[in-house]
């Protein structure tokens, strides 16, 4: 991790935690087997800025994934500039608004009060909010404005058969 990102241990509640130097990067779930299909809100590599930059799809059933819950909520007005590196991992998809809600029950910590409805969207009235995803799909880079709401998205990575699963730092 590079920039304005920090990895941290899930709190009992995501709603009040704020930093104004970070955002906040919670590993949710490891090895979870879709038993459904579930919509993503990006799918592809390159470079988002606004919600119309979406490309959604669906993720089959099947699926092994894990999760990573990213949120900026500073209370003020605050700027993000950060990357986060997989290694052994690749992204798969960025969940955002409105398809975080129907995620959050597969992949949301137990006893963790997320506020799901909490600007969890892309440019709120305080954007522009923006990530880029390598074309090796290893690498997001984030550049988020947050001005006291939560900016919160949901990661989901795919593991080869037999690579480490860790974020490298």
Do not use: C, W
């Amino acid at each position: 991790m590079e920039g304005a990102l920090r990895k941290i241990q899930a709190p009992v509640d995501l709603t009040n935690l704020q930093d104004n130097d970070r955002m906040l990067l919670v590993v949710e779930r490891r090895a979870v087997r879709l038993t459904a299909p579930i919509r993503a809100s990006f799918l592809t590599t390159g470079n988002f800025v606004h919600q119309r930059d979406k490309t959604p799809g669906i993720l089959p059933a099947g699926l092994v994934v894990n999760s990573y819950f990213v949120t900026a909520s500073s209370g003020s007005v605050s700027h993000y500039l950060a990357s986060l590196k997989f290694s052994g991992e690749t992204v798969l998809a960025i969940i955002s608004y409105p398809e975080i809600t129907s995620s959050h029950a597969l992949f949301a910590l137990d006893g963790v009060d997320y506020d799901i409805n909490a600007g969890i969207d892309l440019a709120p009235a305080g954007g522009p909010d923006s990530f880029r995803l390598s074309e090796d799909r290893m690498t997001l880079h984030f550049d988020f404005v947050d001005i006291g709401l939560h900016d919160s998205f949901r990661i989901l990575t795919i593991t080869p058969a037999g690579a480490h699963k860790t974020v490298s730092p």
